[in-house]
């Protein structure tokens, strides 16, 4: 009886847990200050022949989100023509000068994220994450009942992408100037949940030096 019990709440369990949305933010609005003044484009670079900014919305494309929404500012025109044709909601930034917490701001402002349980934020500058990565951190938060930040670690050192639960949501849209989540974080009193996901946490792609280091092909 005793199996029989704990095989039926397992179900109930699992059903409760796959109940819980999770939404893609994808922040590509940055003036990628260190490629150089008129340089190459990071987000452009091509990895396996494809723009960075596309194989990166691909990947969340392909993991178990809700929604996907990708955040532009800096060269505006030519990052969402390389997203053209993708099942993603583009949102443009006008402040995206001002630092990544506008852009924060303006992901989490759009009812595709509001509406989820969870976001998971990714930068588009991170050629090493999957899908199969990102789907370990949904079942993770899914799994602690959405009520936890999940976020990805490589060798006991924080890194990226981080999901962020409804009740952060508040505190994101006030956020200013040039910042990311953490301050939402560390203030927010919840339990973090750190999921290694090995090198990928850390590998973003900054400069034109660590755009060839991680294998891509600068071209525009």
Request: proline content about 4%.
């Amino acid at each position: 009886m005793e199996n029989e019990n704990t095989g039926h709440d397992d179900g109930k369990t699992s059903a409760a847990a796959d109940a819980i949305t999770v939404a893609g933010l994808l922040l590509a609005a940055g003036r990628a200050r260190r490629m150089g003044e008129d340089g190459p484009h990071k987000l452009l670079a091509e990895f396996d022949g494809v723009p960075l900014v596309r194989r990166s919305a691909q990947v969340l494309l392909g993991a178990d989100l809700a929604s996907v929404v990708a955040v532009t500012g800096h060269r505006r025109d030519e990052i969402e023509d390389t997203l053209s044709g993708l099942d993603l909601v583009i949102t443009f930034n006008p402040g995206f000068a001002s630092g990544m917490a506008s852009s924060l701001v303006c992901g989490f402002s759009r009812l595709e994220a509001a509406s989820a349980d969870g976001v998971l934020v990714m930068l588009a500058d991170m050629p090493a994450v999957t899908t199969g990565q990102i789907n370990m951190m949904i079942r993770r938060f899914q799994s602690e009942g959405g009520q936890s930040v999940v976020r990805c670690v490589f060798d006991g050192k924080r890194g990226n992408p981080v999901i962020l639960p409804r009740s952060c949501y508040a505190a994101v849209l006030q956020l200013t100037g040039d910042i990311g989540a953490r301050p939402v974080i560390e203030r927010s009193g919840l339990a973090v949940i750190d999921v290694d996901i090995g090198p990928a946490a850390h590998i973003d792609v900054d400069t034109p030096e660590a755009v060839i280091a991680a294998g891509g092909i600068l071209t525009r």
